[in-house]
């Protein structure tokens, strides 16, 4: 069965299948700086599918790993290969380095998922407070009964949970309003944007004063210029990523990104 279509190529259960079989998944990993010090505080995984027609971006085949159930295999691998790729970022002196995961609606109704999660912690012996899910709001949750049940066991197992692309869709103040999130990632649109007009800096700035009076520290994705950094680290926004800093990069490259940076 076909699934998903495009350009020409179509993505299909079994080429999925036959990709997790090769290990044809890899994460790219892109750092989260402290404004202020520049120091790295967590890698962000990125998914990619390396497939033997070329490498697919996450948006391309994670809707059909979603559609086709395999999502739930999936998580099984994402843990485990994130956090052994984070223990070997601890062991190489970088301890306080956590790693953010992204974590789909469809993931947060997998009933196994914390099972899924304290097993691969415990594999790989990661305490929880290093590991950080970032929600996206691409569907809709009910959020009253899960603050009750998947978030009320992240919380009693010490996981973070923060929520991704803050300020592109509807929901984003329902979800403050049910759930603790330990940062606040604003889309990259909003750091895109910054230089067009007023406007778009008065949102910019309330988002991160909302962020600070419900104690939420609050990080800018997507930053690319240096103006960007300057005003956002002037109008107290704690975090960043983006091009600027460092792209999405492998295990093995990023190692040698986190070394050079201590160095200088
Ligand atoms: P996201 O979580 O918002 O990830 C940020 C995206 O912005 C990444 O695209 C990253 O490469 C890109 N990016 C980072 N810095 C910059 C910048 O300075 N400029 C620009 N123009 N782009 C930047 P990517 O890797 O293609 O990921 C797209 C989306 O796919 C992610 O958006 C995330 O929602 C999803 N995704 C990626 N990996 C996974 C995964 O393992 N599981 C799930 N459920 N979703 C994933
Ligand atoms: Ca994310
Ligand atoms: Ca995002």
């Not at 190489?92 to 097993?119: E, F, R």
């Not at 970032?134 to 009693?156: G, N, S, W």
């Not at 103040?173 to 990632?185: C, E, H, Q, V």
Request: net charge neutral; charged share 30%; hydrophobic share 40%.
């Amino acid at each position: 069965m076909f699934l998903f279509k495009k350009k020409g190529q179509k993505v299909s259960e079994s080429d999925l299948k036959r990709g997790l079989k090769n290990n044809e998944f890899v994460f790219y990993y892109q750092p989260e700086f402290d404004l202020k010090t520049e120091k790295v505080i967590a890698v962000e995984a990125l998914m990619r599918w390396d497939s033997p027609t070329g490498i697919v971006p996450p948006n391309e085949f994670i809707p059909v790993l979603e559609q086709s159930g395999l999502i739930h295999k999936f998580t099984e691998f994402l843990l485990h290969q994130t956090l052994t790729d984070l223990k070997k970022i601890h062991e190489a002196g970088y301890s306080d380095v956590a790693m953010a995961i992204n974590v789909s609606g469809v993931q947060l109704k997998d009933k196994t998922l914390m099972k899924t999660i304290k097993k691969a912690l415990d594999e790989t012996k990661i305490s929880p407070q290093f590991l950080e899910c970032e929600i996206t709001e691409t569907q809709p949750l009910d959020l009253p009964a899960m603050k009750e049940t998947i978030f009320k066991e992240f919380a009693e197992a010490g996981i973070k949970i923060s929520l991704d692309d803050f300020g592109t869709c509807y929901s984003s103040f329902n979800y403050l309003r049910y759930l603790d999130f330990k940062k606040l990632k604003i889309d990259c649109d909003f750091i895109r944007t910054l230089g067009d007009n007023v406007r778009n800096r008065t949102i910019l700035s309330l988002i991160i004063q909302l962020g600070h009076i419900l104690k939420i520290p609050v990080l800018a994705e997507g930053i690319e210029t240096t103006e960007q950094k300057v005003w956002l680290e002037k109008n107290n926004c704690d975090f960043g990523q983006g091009f600027w800093f460092s792209r999405p990069l492998p295990i093995d490259q990023l190692m040698i990104f986190l070394k050079k940076k201590k160095e200088n």
